[in-house]
């Protein structure tokens, strides 16, 4: 164990050293797809909201509010806004399909669902290639 085994095993830590790069380049790249599913969820999040406030507040049904001035949405109109917000958007050709809108009373509620596309698991064969996230959110019409 003098200086002839030492010789022997001087190489060795440099055969590592590729497996430890690939090792950091896989990590990285399902690092990035990850952050893009995220990205993703929260657009999608973003925009649920967006159409759920919007259709709270021009969904309101006029003849209820002259009336008795009682915020109450109109099911049909609340529904049109939010095909026209989500229709609207950037993220409208990644809809999985289309925005699911419960109305009851003063509340609206909307679900959507996206299609997060991966960049770097398309090479690897078998895998997907990308994820569904879904977002929702509610809004209340209030005087």
Avoid: C, W
């Avoid at 055969?15 to 090792?23: E, R």
């Avoid at 909307?110 to 959110?137: C, K, M, N, Q, S």
């Amino acid at each position: 164990m003098s200086a002839a085994a030492s010789g022997r095993d001087r190489g060795s830590a440099l055969m590592l050293m590729p497996a430890g790069l690939l090792i950091v380049l896989v990590l990285a790249s399902i690092a990035v797809d990850m952050s893009l599913v995220h990205l993703r969820k929260r657009q999608a999040f973003d925009l649920a909201a967006a159409a759920a406030n919007d259709a709270a507040t021009a969904g309101v049904d006029q003849g209820e509010l002259r009336a008795t001035h009682a915020y109450l949405l109109d099911p049909e109109r609340t529904r049109a806004v939010v095909g026209d917000v989500v229709a609207a958007s950037d993220l409208a050709p990644h809809l999985v399909g289309p925005p699911v809108v419960t109305v009851s009373g003063a509340d609206v509620r909307v679900e959507l669902a996206l299609e997060a596309d991966y960049i770097f698991a398309d090479v690897v064969p078998g895998a997907p290639d990308g994820a569904v996230v879904r977002a929702t959110a509610t809004a209340r019409a209030v005087p």
